[in-house]
Structures are given as structure tokens and as C-alpha cells.
């Protein structure tokens, strides 16, 4: 563990917001949440109980407002998804969202994604992690705050099963070109597009977020990228 004016520091899958939430994501929360939430502290998560069913599992860190996984779960019934995020607004959102679409393939932590992995993910559990947008932390004094870390990316991978993806985008270059250096020096990861290239977009990015549309609006492009678990 690194110290920051010897105080104990570690990387966190999110940044602390105090944003206001609607009464609906409110009621939302308080009425939805107990159903659809998974606490780190109630273990593993059993999978096939929670959902009924033994299906492929996927897991997004910081959905946002649940856009483009409520997408996901609708368009891909045959699926079951883990949704981690901490922002409770963007909780509550998803959590509108599947009322309204009748959505029961997403559960959702509302923890830090470290600690999930900790204490909820049994190893080689998924067939898919995707990060989409994470905090870029821009200035360079902040860049060990990134969460993609070769120490981040091997637990990561260790939930993974053999052969199941990592994927993530992002719209700010030096942040690409550093997911790159860190997932092509990880022997046990396979880049699907060919060595040190970005990938086109996936299917399992069905739609613009809000991020993709302010980069666009800004003129910035959108890096992605697909690697498999090879060992």
C-alpha cells in the first residue's frame, strides 16, 4: 500500500460526489434497492441462486446513470448482469430503469469495486468485466489515482474465466495509450484487435453516454479496447 503525506492511500474505483438525488431515484432507492442490491457483507455471490438460473456473467464498474447497461440486460435477456457503481443518483436511475423495462437479469453493489472483488467475486466467476469512462484523473501528479493499475488489472483477471473478456474505452488519449501499456504487459491477457492496437466498437456498447457525447461535442475521440483472458 502506497502513503500520500504518510497516509494510507489506496486506488478507488470511484470519486466522492455530492449530488443531489430526485425524489424518484430517492424512492428508488429506499423501495428497489433491498431487491435488486447486493451487500460485500452478506459473501459470495452465488450467481445462479440470486438469478435462478446458470446463465454467462457479466460485470460493468461505474455504470453512471445505468444507460448502456440497462441497454445490455434488455437486449440480452439470455444474460445476467453485476452493475458496480457508488453514485447513488446514477443507482437510482438504473433502478427506474429496470422497474420501468421489467428488467431482473442486473444486481447491483453499491460498494467500491475493490472490495466487491475482495469479498464477493469468486475467482474465474465471469465471462466479462467492462470499465467504460473511468476517471481519467488529467493531471500527472493524480495519474497514480487511474484505476486501470497492473495491480487493479491482475485481480481483475483472476475473476475472469479463461477465454471471457476485458473491455474498456475511454475518451482521453493518454489514458488509452496507459490502458494499453498495462494490459499488453499482463502475459495472461490476449488483445483481440492485434498487439498494441485499439479495437472498434463493441456490441456491448449499444449506446452514446453522456460521455461519449460530450467527447464528441469537445472533439475528442473514443479509445477502445478488448483483450481476452489467455491463461
Do not use: C
Not at 431487491?35 to 457479466?58: H, M, T
Not at 461505474?62 to 445490455?72: H, I, N, R, V, W
Not at 464477493?120 to 466479462?128: F, K, T
Not at 481519467?136 to 486501470?148: C, D, G, N, S
Amino acid at each position: 500500500m502506497r502513503t500520500v503525506l504518510n497516509k494510507p492511500f489506496r486506488i478507488r474505483s470511484f470519486v466522492r460526489r455530492d449530488s443531489r438525488k430526485t425524489p424518484a431515484q430517492m424512492h428508488a432507492l429506499q423501495s428497489d434497492l433491498p431487491s435488486f442490491g447486493f451487500n460485500i457483507e452478506n459473501g459470495l455471490f452465488d450467481s445462479e441462486k440470486i438469478f435462478g438460473r446458470i446463465a454467462p456473467l457479466l460485470l460493468e464498474i461505474g455504470f453512471g446513470s445505468g444507460e448502456s447497461l440497462l441497454t445490455l440486460a434488455t437486449t440480452h435477456p439470455d444474460k445476467d448482469f453485476i452493475g458496480v457503481e457508488t453514485h447513488r443518483p446514477g443507482i437510482g436511475a438504473l433502478l427506474m430503469g429496470m422497474k420501468r423495462n421489467n428488467i431482473n437479469n442486473i444486481r447491483i453493489f453499491a460498494h467500491d469495486i475493490i472490495d466487491v472483488f475482495d469479498k464477493s467475486v469468486v475467482d474465474n466467476s465471469l465471462d466479462g468485466i467492462q470499465i467504460f469512462f473511468p476517471d481519467p484523473w488529467q493531471k500527472r501528479r493524480h495519474h497514480p489515482r487511474r484505476l486501470i493499475q497492473p495491480s487493479f488489472i491482475s485481480i481483475a483477471i483472476s475473476k475472469l474465466k479463461l477465454g471471457s473478456s476485458l473491455h474498456l474505452a475511454t475518451d482521453w488519449e493518454d489514458y488509452a495509450k496507459h490502458m494499453m501499456r498495462v494490459l499488453s504487459n499482463d502475459n495472461d491477457l490476449i488483445n483481440v484487435a492485434g498487439v498494441n492496437q485499439f479495437a472498434t466498437r463493441s456490441v456491448y456498447r449499444p449506446i452514446l453516454t453522456k460521455f461519449e457525447r460530450r467527447a464528441q461535442k469537445e472533439g475528442r475521440l473514443i479509445w477502445e479496447l478488448q483483450f481476452v483472458k489467455g491463461k
